[in-house]
């Protein structure tokens, strides 16, 4: 299997999303010009490799797991063709459902749960033929937030989002970039777990809508 990487990118976050692309031999998407989230995902995801079976974006302040790339490509295999998030944060929204279902999980050994919509967007996967489908479908769009862009296109598509668990990518709590209209996040923005499962050949469980 075939996977790349590229890195959606703010030059305020220059070091740190370097760094990263090092790490991962990501190619780096780079908002020189302040047009804001979706513009720079939507360059992030035109940079991806047709060779490749999936590609993922990640965002400049994503902290992916030693061997990252390796669970990625091994969690991918199970994966069906829809999005996936490799990322599960305690934040908004549903913060108590999806501790739940992150608990439930963990005790069932579910290396998955599902969701109809995409969360977040720090950590996001999906098959490459697929990314030409999704900016076409974007470029009509009028959704403003990146997040909810690709959430929107999973419902269209009608495929549920799945979630690695543990996370396979922690998020770097630090101050937001973006100018949300309801202020700056108050809950604490990490992964509820860290880490890679014995398996990823399990069933997924469905976190509550």
Same mark, same amino acid.
């Given at each position: 299997?075939?996977?790349? *990487? +590229?890195?959606? @990118? ?6 740190? @999303?370097? #760094?990263? #692309?090092?790490?991962?031999? #990501? ?10 989230? %979706?513009?720079?995902?939507?360059? !992030? ?12 974006? =990640? ?5 992916? /797991? ?5 669970? !990625?490509? #091994? ?6 063709? &829809?999005?996936? +998030?490799?990322?599960? &944060? ?5 913060? =108590?459902? *999806? ?9 069932? &050994? ?22 030409? %489908?999704?900016?076409?479908? &974007? ?11 690709? +959430?929107?296109?999973?419902?269209? /598509? ?8 543990? +996370?396979?990518?922690?998020? !770097?709590?630090?101050?937001? =970039? ?15 777990? =860290? ?15």
């Amino acid at each position: 299997m075939k996977v790349g *990487v +590229s890195i959606m @990118a703010h030059p305020g976050r220059q070091q740190q @999303a370097t #760094a990263l #692309a090092d790490t991962l031999a #990501a190619r780096i998407a780079w908002d020189t010009h302040d047009r804001g989230e %979706v513009w720079c995902g939507d360059e !992030a995801w035109l940079m991806h490799d047709p060779r490749t079976d999936w590609w993922i974006v =990640l965002q400049d302040d994503a902290e992916p /797991i030693d061997g990252f790339l390796t669970y !990625a490509k #091994a969690a991918l295999h199970y994966a069906p063709s &829809g999005l996936v +998030s490799f990322y599960t &944060g305690t934040g908004r929204p549903h913060h =108590l459902a *999806v501790g739940r279902a992150v608990k439930n999980a963990e005790r069932r &050994g579910y290396a998955w749960m599902q969701h109809p919509t995409l969360m977040w967007g720090v950590a996001v996967a999906m098959p490459t033929p697929m990314v030409p %489908v999704f900016m076409r479908w &974007g470029h009509s769009s009028r959704l403003t937030f990146y997040d909810k862009r690709l +959430s929107a296109f999973a419902g269209a /598509i009608d495929k549920p989002v799945r979630y690695t668990n543990p +996370s396979l990518v922690d998020h !770097a709590d630090g101050p937001t =970039l973006l100018r949300h209209p309801w202020g700056e996040p108050t809950m604490r923005r990490k992964a509820w777990t =860290l880490g890679a499962p014995k398996t990823w050949d399990t069933a997924a469980l469905e976190i509550p809508a």
